[in-house]
């Protein structure tokens, strides 16, 4: 089992930036891939980003790439998304999600493959 938890949401301008962090219990984070998915007022909960247990792979929704980043660190059991450029409509409910892809060195978008979820935190960007 694994717990995950998010912090760093907010209220930010446009234009500005914020660090997701996503810890999570066990001892065998290392070995899962991670992702990112947000969810606005309204609409489906759809994909950010997603890094491979080791982090030697990552991958990006078109919204994201050039402004987001995903990293990990083991050693803290904590996974990361770094959001730059921040634009309204990148308001949303931000949710880290964790799957044990049994060794393969994948970064998953889709979410029927993560198998746990945190909470979430909430983003809000003012015009």
């Known amino acids: 089992q694994v717990q995950l938890v998010e912090s760093g949401g907010g209220l930010v301008q446009t234009g500005g930036s914020l660090r997701l962090s996503c810890a999570a219990s066990g001892r065998t984070f290392s070995s899962y891939a991670m992702g990112w998915f947000r969810q606005a007022p309204g609409k489906e909960r759809e994909f950010v980003a997603a890094i491979s247990w080791s982090g030697g792979r990552t991958y990006y929704s078109d919204s994201a790439k050039g402004r987001f980043t995903i990293s990990r660190v083991n050693a803290k059991n904590t996974v990361y998304l770094q959001m730059n450029s921040l634009k309204p409509e990148d308001t949303a409910v931000y949710y880290c999600?964790?799957?044990?892809?049994?060794?393969?060195?994948?970064?998953?978008?889709?979410?029927?493959?993560?198998?746990?979820w945190g909470q979430g935190t909430q983003v809000t960007v003012s015009s």
């Open positions: 999600a964790a799957t044990d892809p049994l060794g393969t060195e994948v970064a998953i978008t889709t979410e029927y493959e993560y198998d746990y």
